[in-house]
Every structure is written in C-alpha cells, then in structure tokens.
C-alpha cells in the first residue's frame, strides 16, 4: 500500500505516456513499444533504449555502488550474474519517473532480473521499493519480451512540440 495522505504527491498516479521526450526510468521505459538491446563486454554491459534514445551502463565486475551517486532518470546500476539470470540492482534515481503510475522519490531502488529462455525470449521480473511510497516492497508481476533480431535500436528523434497524446488514445 501507498504511504502519505490527501496532499502528499508520492504515490500519486500520473499516467505518464512518454509524450514529452524525457526518460521514463526503470521499469517504466519497458512499457513502451520500442526496442531495447543488450551489449556485453566482460566487465560491462550496455542496455540501449531506442526510446528516448538512453544508455544504461551495468558494471558486471564485481563493484559495490556508489555511496552518494547523483540522481538521474535511468539511476545507478550495477549487475551480477546468477546462473543464467542477469540481477540488476539500481538505486540513485530522481523523482521525476514514475512507477506504473506511482510517483517515487530519491530513495527509488529497483532489482531487475532477466532470463533468456529456452525459446530465445526474454523474461524480465523487478522489485521496486520505496519506503517513503510503498510500507513493502513491490513485485511487478513477470513479463515476457519476445526476441526480434530483425529489429535494430535506431535513432529516436523526439519532438517534443508535437502532440502524441492521440498516439495514446483507446
């Protein structure tokens, strides 16, 4: 359950639809229809999001986070491997995001697991936690995102003067 009362805005729903060209921040961006793609190095990998053309950097080399990171859109990430799961836990955000509806403050920490399947999909489980929203934290119900080597992370130009709001309309 959601913490504050009438007047307090964490916790308030937003209903952010992406329309106004900034990042969406972890887990939003995953509910946009546009693709996103994993570079890995051995001590790195690169998660890039065609939308808003972001860049998640997650070192894989065994580093703690930082202390006092300063907050961003897309947080401070580090990963680990566990078996064939990608774990990557990410605090430092800024309260500009939202979570599935749910405005969030600083103290946002997300943990994303991903698993490729035995089809070759990509199956995506996160916790989120905010003990200035949420009294406990919060697992968002498993998702499944289906493999499209066909498709690249092209070049997303946003202009932010048009009005995509019809783009979003039932």
Same mark, same amino acid.
């Given at each position: 359950?959601?913490?504050?009362?009438?007047?307090?805005?964490?916790?308030?729903?937003?209903?952010?639809?992406?329309?106004?060209?900034?990042?969406? *921040?972890?887990?939003? !961006?995953?509910?946009?229809?546009?693709?996103?793609? %994993?570079?890995?190095? =051995?001590?790195?990998? /690169?998660?890039?999001?065609?939308?808003?053309?972001?860049?998640?950097?997650?070192?894989?080399?065994?580093?703690?986070?930082?202390?006092?990171?300063?907050?961003?859109?897309?947080?401070?990430?580090?990963?680990?491997?566990?078996?064939?799961?990608?774990?990557?836990?990410?605090?430092?955000?800024?309260?500009?995001?939202?979570?599935? *509806?749910?405005?969030? !403050?600083?103290?946002?920490?997300?943990?994303?697991? %991903?698993?490729?399947? =035995?089809?070759?999909? /990509?199956?995506?489980?996160?916790?989120?936690?905010?003990?200035?929203?949420?009294?406990?934290?919060?697992?968002?119900?498993?998702?499944?995102?289906?493999?499209?080597?066909?498709?690249?992370?092209?070049?997303?130009?946003?202009?932010?003067?048009?009005?995509?709001?019809?783009?979003?309309?039932?």
């Amino acid at each position: 359950s959601v913490r504050g009362g009438p007047n307090d805005i964490r916790g308030r729903t937003t209903l952010t639809t992406g329309n106004d060209c900034k990042p969406l *921040g972890i887990p939003q !961006t995953y509910i946009t229809p546009y693709p996103f793609q %994993f570079v890995q190095t =051995p001590k790195l990998i /690169l998660i890039i999001y065609e939308y808003p053309n972001a860049i998640r950097w997650v070192p894989i080399d065994g580093r703690q986070h930082e202390v006092d990171p300063d907050p961003t859109w897309m947080g401070s990430s580090i990963g680990r491997w566990d078996g064939d799961t990608l774990i990557v836990d990410a605090i430092g955000f800024n309260d500009k995001t939202e979570v599935h *509806g749910f405005m969030h !403050t600083d103290a946002l920490h997300v943990v994303e697991r %991903f698993r490729l399947l =035995p089809d070759r999909n /990509l199956q995506y489980d996160v916790t989120v936690e905010d003990p200035n929203v949420w009294q406990t934290p919060w697992v968002i119900p498993s998702r499944t995102f289906t493999r499209r080597p066909e498709e690249n992370v092209a070049e997303f130009v946003c202009e932010s003067r048009v009005d995509y709001q019809r783009l979003f309309q039932k």
